[in-house]
């Protein structure tokens, strides 16, 4: 699904709202630099991180509350040369 909250420069709290509306268990988002490294910082951080998504990165990110701003924490992150992509 297309989604106008994934779009460069995309705000982080229409993608939020849009997750809380989706009533999901699980969600997976699919981004571009440096947006996806910003969401994920958002989701795991008090504004002092900072995730690095190289290119063709994926990040599992576990949520111990309602999502928002320092919800999670950061499972793990593979990179494309890590799974041998």
Not at 19 to 43: E, I, M, Y
Not at 73 to 80: F, G, R
Request: aromatic share 10%; charged share 20%.
């Amino acid at each position: 699904m297309e989604l106008e909250a994934l779009e460069p420069g995309s705000d982080f709290s229409a993608l939020i709202d849009w997750t809380r509306n989706a009533k999901c268990t699980q969600v997976c988002w699919v981004g571009h630099a440096p947006d996806v490294g910003n969401f994920a910082s958002a989701l795991v951080g008090d504004g002092q991180a900072h995730v690095r998504f190289a290119k063709g990165a994926v990040a599992a990110i576990r949520l111990h509350e309602e999502i928002g701003y320092g919800a999670g924490e950061l499972y793990w992150l593979a990179t494309a040369k890590s799974l041998g992509v």
